[in-house]
């Protein structure tokens, strides 16, 4: 099991900057990548970013490039979201994500999905 807790969301204008950040315990080790997905209301939970946890391999949106960062501390177990230049439509409930997997004996494994608890974060005008 893992579990995650986020903080660091709120109320921000556009073009300003946040950071958020999500703190990982349990089985750690089991982690493969860390990730921020967001909500918004009435749309499907997207990804925004993520970081493998071997050689920090990073993805992003198309619409977060260059403006936000995803960063990891290994010693505090802790992914980073830097949001800069703040847009209206960046306004959703962000969620950590970690993807674990599990390997048995015989070879076979089993990926399972945690989530943290989910922040706000709002962009005004």
């Known amino acids: 099991q893992v579990q995650l807790v986020e903080s660091g969301g709120g109320l921000v204008q556009a073009g300003g900057s946040l950071r958020l950040s999500c703190a990982a315990s349990g089985s750690i080790f089991t982690i493969d990548h860390m990730g921020w997905y967001r909500q918004a209301p009435g749309k499907q939970r997207e990804l925004v970013a993520r970081i493998s946890s071997g050689a920090g391999t990073t993805n992003y949106a198309d619409s977060v490039k260059g403006r936000f960062t995803i960063s990891r501390d290994n010693a505090k177990n802790t992914v980073y979201l830097q949001m800069n230049s703040l847009k209206r439509e960046d306004t959703a409930v962000y969620y950590c994500?970690?993807?674990?997997?599990?390997?048995?004996?015989?070879?076979?494994?089993?990926?399972?999905?945690?989530w943290g608890q989910g922040t706000q974060v709002t962009v005004s005008s």
């Open positions: 994500n970690a993807e674990s997997t599990r390997y048995y004996e015989g070879g076979e494994s089993v990926t399972n999905d945690y």
